[in-house]
């Protein structure tokens, strides 16, 4: 569950949940942040709130459904109004960096579907350019995946296994592998993020670049930081 300690990260789903309106459907990606939103939403409206929430893991879909959120899936003709998820890097246009919980796949259908996405984090997560502090993580099927990490090896040097805790290859709620990858100091973002997407292999990559609306970022102090998209 969240950490309901930490300031920066309360400030920011707390200014998140005043975004959310009853009787509406919205997207919850996964990480700290957005867990504490979906209890605060339970909080709101306690007993059984009236939202309904499409998740990003399944973790998240625990956690909603533990606040008494109603969880539904896309069926092709559901729209989001609104999807929220955090984010592990935020650069100065708003483009980001995901994946570090490994539900990048899932958060990215669920943030390409609504009317609305918006970021809640910390400003930590503020860095001058992608990849400063966190690698880039591409989601690859498991057939031929060293072959894979091979070509993407071309784009993105210094790519390693992403691997759990016991030593094992981590593996994605749909079943995949992901390779965490430095990315480069001169890199060109646009032409990189198609370049991945062309590697045989490749699903899904944690740059989030353009559908941003806008960023709700705690500080340390408990204050909250808007940004928003020009």
């Not at 939403?41 to 893991?57: D, F, K, L, M, Q």
């Not at 092709?76 to 708003?94: C, F, M, N, Q, V």
């Not at 099927?141 to 016991?166: H, M, N």
Request: overall charge negative; glycine content about 10%.
């Amino acid at each position: 569950m969240a950490d309901e300690r930490s300031p920066a990260r309360e400030a920011a789903a707390r200014a998140a949940v005043e975004l959310v309106a009853p009787d509406t459907t919205i997207g919850l990606g996964s990480g700290r942040a957005l867990w504490r939103v979906a209890e605060l939403i339970g909080e709101r409206w306690s007993g059984e709130p009236p939202v309904r929430a499409v998740v990003a893991s399944e973790h998240t879909r625990t956690v909603a459904e533990g606040a008494g959120i109603e969880v539904v899936e896309l069926d092709g003709h559901l729209r989001p109004s609104l999807a929220l998820d955090g984010a592990d890097e935020i650069d100065p246009r708003l483009r980001l960096v995901k994946g570090g919980g490994g539900a990048l796949l899932r958060e990215k259908i669920v943030a390409a579907a609504a009317e609305r996405f918006v970021v809640v984090a910390e400003t930590s997560k503020q860095v001058e350019r992608l990849g400063e502090s966190f690698a880039l993580p591409v989601e690859v099927v498991r057939f031929g995946w060293a072959d894979t990490a091979r070509r993407i090896e071309a784009l993105l040097p210094g790519g390693v296994l992403r691997r759990s805790e016991d030593g094992e290859p981590y593996v994605t709620d749909e079943g995949h592998l992901l390779l965490d990858c430095p990315i480069p100091a001169d890199a060109d973002l646009d032409a990189l993020g198609g370049a991945i997407h062309d590697v045989p292999g490749v699903v899904e990559h944690g740059l989030f670049a353009d559908i941003t609306e806008r960023v709700l970022l705690g500080d340390e102090n408990g204050e909250l930081v808007v940004h928003t998209r020009p």
